[in-house]
Each structure stands twice: as C-alpha cells, then as structure tokens.
C-alpha cells in the first residue's frame, strides 16, 4: 500500500511518501526551487517521492491533503463576521484567493498533480484529515511509543490552535483542542513580530534572543507581567485567551496594534536589521518564560487526563527547542518524541499516516528508537553528478578511494581552524541540517561563531550554533545523559567545561556578553551556557559519526559546530550544485560531497555575477 502526503499553500510546502506504513522518503519544496518557505503546490517533492518509491500516480492508494480547507474557509468567514466592520482590507485580499482557488481545491490538486504526469482522475482517492490531527499523527506513529498523550501546538489549522490527544496502537483519540484566535503560537508570532524579525520564519532568532535578556532584571519582570495581566490569561490547564485589542491577526495585515503595544512594554517596534538593545532582549526572554509555562501546564493536564508514561509533540511550536529541554526537566513524562519536521512540512507526512492507520486501519509496526530513519529521507546524489558539477565549473576536486582517509584530513582540518561544507547521502526531511546538508567548524575556537555568522552565514552576530556530539559523549560535555538525534532540545554545558564569567555579566551589552568566553567549547556554548544538542549516533549516520570520531582522536573532543549549509535568507542545500555554489560565494575554506573533497583557494574564480543577497530575501 502506496500513500501520498502533501502540504501546500501556506508555508513549508512538503510531500512524503509512506509504504506499507514505512516513510520511504520525504521532502520540503523550498529545497529544489531555492524559496525559502516556498508555500506553492510540491511539485518537485512530489516528483521525487514517487520516483524513490518507484511508484506512479496511478499506482497510489490514495493522495492525502493535510488540512480540510473548506473547515479553515469557515473559520475565515465566521471570523471577519465577528470581528465586523474591521477587517475590510484584509477580508478584500483574502476572500477572492479563497473563492478562486482554494474553495475548488481538489480540482487545484489535481491539475498540480497533472503537472507531475498523467492519470486517471476517476481513479485518485483524495482525503483529507483535519490539521492537528495530520501533527499528531506526525509524531504519534513514528515514536517508538505502543501509548502516548499527543501534544500538538501551533498558530491554527483550521480552527484548532493546540490539541491534547491519546495515540494507542493504530489509533489516536482527539481529547481536547485550543481554538482560534486564542494561540501560543501565535502569541509568540506577534512577538517576533514586534521585536523585528520576519512572522513564520523567524521564530527561531526570537529564541535565539532570549537568553541575552537580563534573567534578573527588573524589567523582564514587569514586561512578564504586562504580557500576563494585559495579553493574556493562562489557566491552569495551559488553555489560553488573548486580549484581541491588542492584536490585528485575526483580520488585520499585521500580527498586532503597533501604537497600543508601544504603549504597554514603553518602546517602539524594532525595525528589521536596526541595532538590537536591552529592552529588545528582556522582552525576547520575556515571552520566551510565558511560552515555557503554558508549555508545561499543557503537558501537565495531557498527563492528567490520558495518564500515559510519554509524550510525543509536533506543530511548529514543538521546534522550540529551549521549551522542549524545560519540558523534558520537569519530569512529567518517562520519554518526549518530537517530531523533527514538526512544523506544516511534517503535516504531509502525518496526512499519509493518518490514512494509513486510521482510514485504511492497517496496524502499526513500532521501530524501538523512532520509525524517521534519523530524518534523512531526501534525496541523494552520485559520484556521477558531482562529477558533472566538476565539468560545469571546470572545479578542482581530490577523489578519496577510502573514506576513512576522508574523514581524517577534514577532521584536520577543522581542528585547525577551517570552515566545512559537508554533504553526504540523503538530506534531512525538517528545518534542522543533521549532518547530511551541514557547515562545520570547531567547537574549541573562540573566533569560530564570529566567522560563521559574519563571513559564511551572512547572519545576526547573536545567533547560535548547535553542538554535534558523539552520542556516547553527550554527558561529558552536557548537563544531560539521553538522546537528541534531531537537535530538538536545549540542556546546559557540563559544569566542569563552564568557565568563570565576570560579576557583571548579565548587566554587559549584548555586544560585550557575545564574547565572553563562557566555556572550554565557546562556539557552541550560548549566551546562558546552554547548547542545543545533536546526538549523532553510529547506525544512523556513519559517516558523520566517523568524521566526528576522527576529530575526537586528534582533539580529545567528540564536538564539532553544525549549522546549516546555507547563507541567510537561503533553504539548505540539496544538490551538489547548490552546494557548489554555495561554497563559492562565501567564505568557507573546504568543501565535501560525497568522496570528494575541494579547497578553496585550488577553484578557478568565480566569474558568476549574481549576489545571493540579492537572490535571497533576508529572512
């Protein structure tokens, strides 16, 4: 049994393919057409899925939507009734998309998948499971859990903005469900918004913020208690309700009321790119602990009311990777699974095992770690393809026979200072690279995340930068003893690798506490002495484990710095000429695909005139 998933139109369009209940492959669509967040129908995802599956349309099931688009339709139209007279402007720009396209969706789905090749439209079962349920199911039967109590939570679906269920055997059971416009994820949405960085992208350099507020401050707070006396009222349950003064999403083109937030927290809205201040980071670490306690009350009541030993979590609040680490320390559950394409991406692959599962009612075969294959489920290249790459670039690569020798002149050459471009085999389904599609440097120098951010990200000089470690080693440098293959969650560095940081370090600029050296690994070592963990174990990606192993034999340190192959504003790369290029408009010293290893001052010059800053949107 063949079964399609797809997300589209709104953002992080994805397709997955799953048979006889096994993810055989998945992918994101920004990946090939080079948009970042590409909402449009997944043509070239779709292409390739079926391909791996050696499958054609006509040989599928069914094809599975990941939303049900006429409930979200109804959502739309009761709440500009609500909300009436506003929302002229918005209803105008809304309405018409809606009645043109989305309204006749599977018809849009199919002329789409007509794109892709031929087929009988007669013959295609189209379904459609509601969005929360497509999250659930996302992290449910992936997890190596028989039982679970499903927390999924993001800005809204069709009308749900969180759920609370129980996945046992093949079946998942809704319990309980947030409804729009009150929303954590939106909630946290307004607030990037309000602290200038881009809605639904970016969330993360909002959590990335955080940690440089003053956690003692005064100012955090009272900015706490105005979001919890003005904003918002949180129950006990984790259940929320927003004040919708303050906020224009619900029918308005912006996430909030700029004057009447000005008002309440005594500071304008940052303008993109402007100079981050205090006030800026206090209110990042603000939400950040409000987000953390609605976080964990909600994961409390799940326990409550299903009574289950795990937890498993996906909806793109689920990628708040410093809450999930909270949430893990609180003990309520044995276990958490989270999802690694937790936000919609994830929602294809959760669309095809809902129709799996619950409507074709195949039983479900548990995997004792998790059924994602480390989420390295795209595509992967030949020695062929980038044997061609070599041709179109007239570039100078050196062939390695043996990998093993590979992996010890990269590993020397991080340990001496160099930046990696590193892709080996399938790409990483999800926003995160593992180790496929990665950036790499060494964790031990304190100039590396200033030269990742500044010459090869292009990036904010505060972001930053994830820590991959041999799974076996995590507790010599974590404050942390399980697992984390999908760099889901945030724990502290070891107490004996901190290092002693002035009396006056909370109260130092942003500037001045970024390079205070906070540990014996300051590249991965964030503001608060925390890092966001990459477990990277042997059976699921060898040959990064080896790469890591090799630096370890030289260093006496199993860490490197992973961060994405990519500049800011630009998906991650996928193929070998993505990658090609991305190396070659930045400043990275060493590229690897495959076997073959390229340095940078052996390429001919560039002569490519495009700018990737003119090609890619900041983010």
Not at 416 to 433: D, K, L, T, V, Y
Request: charged share 25%; hydrophobic share 40%; with cysteine.
């Amino acid at each position: 049994m063949t079964i399609l998933g797809i997300s589209a139109f709104y953002h992080d369009s994805a397709a997955a393919i799953v048979q006889d209940g096994k993810v055989i492959a998945a992918a994101q669509e920004e990946r090939f057409t080079r948009k970042k967040h590409d909402p449009a129908f997944p043509t070239n995802a779709v292409s390739y899925c079926l391909e791996h599956a050696g499958k054609t349309i006509d040989q599928l099931d069914a094809v599975v939507f990941y939303d049900k688009p006429l409930l979200k339709f109804e959502r739309l139209l009761e709440t500009y009734y609500g909300f009436s007279p506003k929302g002229v402007a918005s209803f105008i720009t809304a309405i018409p998309v809606w009645l043109k396209e989305k309204m006749f969706l599977k018809k849009l789905i199919k002329d789409e998948l007509k794109e892709v090749q031929s087929f009988d439209k007669k013959k295609l079962k189209l379904l459609f499971p509601e969005h929360h349920l497509s999250h659930a199911a996302s992290a449910f039967y992936p997890s190596p859990y028989e039982k679970a109590a499903i927390l999924t939570l993001d800005g809204v679906g069709e009308w749900a903005t969180a759920s609370i269920s129980v996945g046992e055997g093949k079946n998942i059971k809704m319990l309980k469900e947030l409804q729009f416009p009150h929303s954590v994820g939106l909630l946290y949405s307004a607030f990037t918004y309000f602290l200038g960085f881009k809605v639904n992208s970016g969330e993360y350099k909002l959590m990335g913020l955080a940690p440089y507020g003053n956690p003692d401050s005064e100012r955090v707070r009272k900015f706490k208690e105005i979001i919890k006396t003005k904003l918002i009222k949180i129950n006990d349950d984790g259940s929320i309700w927003l004040d919708q003064k303050y906020f224009n999403y619900a029918v308005g083109l912006r996430m909030v009321y700029d004057d009447k937030w000005e008002a309440l927290f005594g500071f304008p809205r940052r303008t993109s790119e402007s100079e981050f201040e205090q006030q800026h980071s206090d209110l990042g670490l603000a939400i950040q602990e409000v987000t953390e306690e609605i976080i964990i009350k909600l994961a409390k009541h799940a326990k409550e009311i299903t009574g289950a030993d795990y937890l498993c979590m996906a909806g793109g609040v689920a990628l708040n990777c410093v809450a999930n680490g909270k949430l893990q320390n609180e003990n309520i559950f044995k276990e958490i699974f989270i999802q690694p394409a937790a936000g919609d991406a994830g929602g294809a692959l959760g669309a095809a095992l809902t129709a799996y599962h619950l409507y074709f009612e195949q039983e479900r075969e548990i995997v004792p770690t998790d059924a994602m294959q480390g989420s390295y489920l795209g595509p992967e290249y030949s020695d062929l393809d980038v044997e061609n790459i070599n041709r179109k670039y007239s570039a100078v690569a050196t062939h390695y026979s043996d990998f093993n020798e590979l992996t010890k002149d990269v590993a020397t050459y991080i340990s001496e200072g160099n930046a990696i471009g590193w892709m080996q085999g399938r790409m990483e389904f999800g926003p995160r690279a593992l180790g496929r599609r990665s950036i790499l440097g060494d964790a031990r120098n304190p100039e590396m995340q200033k030269k990742l951010n500044l010459k090869i990200k292009y990036r904010e000089s505060f972001r930053p930068f994830a820590p991959s470690v041999l799974a076996e080693d995590v507790n010599e440098f974590f404050d942390y003893e399980g697992i984390s293959p999908y760099m889901l969650l945030v724990h502290k560095i070891h107490p004996k690798i901190k290092h002693e940081v002035p009396a006056n370090y909370n109260e130092l600029p942003i500037r001045d506490k970024l390079y205070v050296e906070r540990s014996s690994l300051p590249a991965i070592t964030h503001i608060d002495f925390s890092g966001r963990i990459q477990t990277v174990h042997k059976d699921t990606n060898a040959e990064y484990w080896e790469l890591i192993n090799e630096f370890k034999k030289i260093t006496g340190v199993g860490v490197v710095v992973n961060t994405s192959f990519n500049v800011r504003g630009e998906p991650i790369v996928c193929s070998p000429d993505d990658a090609y290029r991305c190396f070659m408009r930045t400043e990275m010293d060493y590229l690897v695909i495959g076997n073959h290893v390229y340095k940078k001052e052996n390429q001919p010059s560039w002569q490519d005139a495009d700018d990737w800053k003119e090609e890619f949107l900041l983010d």
